[in-house]
């Protein structure tokens, strides 16, 4: 059920809701995107033993997802972004970006700041891990123009709703032109 919300805030970890993407989902993913993963970490029973760079599952600690909400709600009723960067499938750094549409409906992230993060990411040796946006007034689930505007196809993009001021949802999901499958998010203690 894709309108599962992944994590409410506030947060409590046990309330944290989990979301297994189905072999079909992954599956459909091949061909589309450069699939590079190790088989494994797929779910049981996906019928490709391709690797593929997509992951189904991805451990956020909690000061990041903390910091995405705050975020929305400090750019409010307009929408927020930014950037998550590490390695590893690990987020080293997230990244508050300049919406340069100002628009509670849509977003574009501004792009010598987006320059200036890449270089930062190539200097690192980091990847791109996420993309994140809010949405200050529905679903935590990308919009038309959410997937036209797909820049980073193997980059998870997190969408942060703020529908329910009292209770933001963030949720993660894989974005190709055709095909939306969410990402499993785990909520992790922030590490030392
Ligand atoms: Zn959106």
């Excluded at 944290?16 to 993913?29: A, E, G």
């Excluded at 589309?32 to 029973?45: K, S």
């Excluded at 409010?76 to 300049?98: F, M, Q, S, W």
């Excluded at 409906?105 to 700041?113: A, E, H, S, T």
Aim: overall charge negative; some cysteine; charged content about 25%.
């Amino acid at each position: 059920m894709l309108n599962d919300p992944v994590a409410i805030w506030p947060l409590s970890l046990s309330s944290v809701r989990l979301k297994k993407i189905s072999p079909q989902d992954c599956s459909s993913s091949i061909g589309i995107v450069d699939c590079r993963l190790d088989a494994n970490t797929h779910g049981d029973g996906c019928p490709t033993n391709r690797k593929c760079d997509m992951v189904n599952l991805f451990n956020l600690e909690k000061k990041y997802a903390d910091d995405m909400v705050a975020h929305a709600r400090t750019e409010a009723p307009n929408e927020c972004c930014g950037i998550l960067a590490g390695k590893d499938e690990r987020v080293i750094k997230l990244y508050r970006t300049t919406n340069t549409e100002h628009s509670p409906y849509r977003y574009k992230i501004d792009p010598v700041q987006m320059l200036a993060i890449y270089e930062e990411i190539q200097k690192n040796k980091w990847k791109l891990l996420g993309v994140y946006h809010s949405h200050t007034h529905t679903e935590a689930y990308p919009s038309a123009t959410d997937i036209k505007s797909i820049v980073f196809p193997e980059s998870i993009y997190f969408i942060v709703s703020l529908s329910n001021p009292d209770q933001a949802i963030i949720r993660g999901f894989h974005i190709t032109e055709d095909n939306i499958s969410e990402v499993e998010l785990r909520i992790i203690e922030t590490q030392r």
